[in-house]
């Protein structure tokens, strides 16, 4: 066997010639997802929204009341 095929062989079976697992592990987490999403895409039903034309509106709902909340941010509060 000549030198140059036996150094393709050897660089065939090498260890950088095997993906690292951080690369395997999201190839095969983003083809999951490819495949879920899909599969959610064709199962659901869609769903026509209508939404009013006139700002005022917004705030009449059909026979009942409406209460919008107001929201003040008083700063950016850590769980930890």
């Not at 083809?31 to 700002?55: D, G, T």
Request: aromatic residues 6%; hydrophobic residues 40%.
């Amino acid at each position: 066997m000549c030198k140059s095929k036996r150094k393709n062989i050897t660089s065939l079976n090498s260890i950088s010639s095997i993906p690292s697992p951080v690369y395997q592990c999201k190839k095969a987490f983003l083809l999951n997802i490819a495949v879920n999403c899909s599969l959610i895409r064709l199962n659901s039903s869609c769903m026509a929204v209508e939404f009013p034309m006139k700002v005022a509106d917004i705030f009449k709902p059909l026979g009942g009341m409406s209460q919008t909340a107001v929201l003040i941010l008083f700063g950016i509060h850590s769980t930890k």
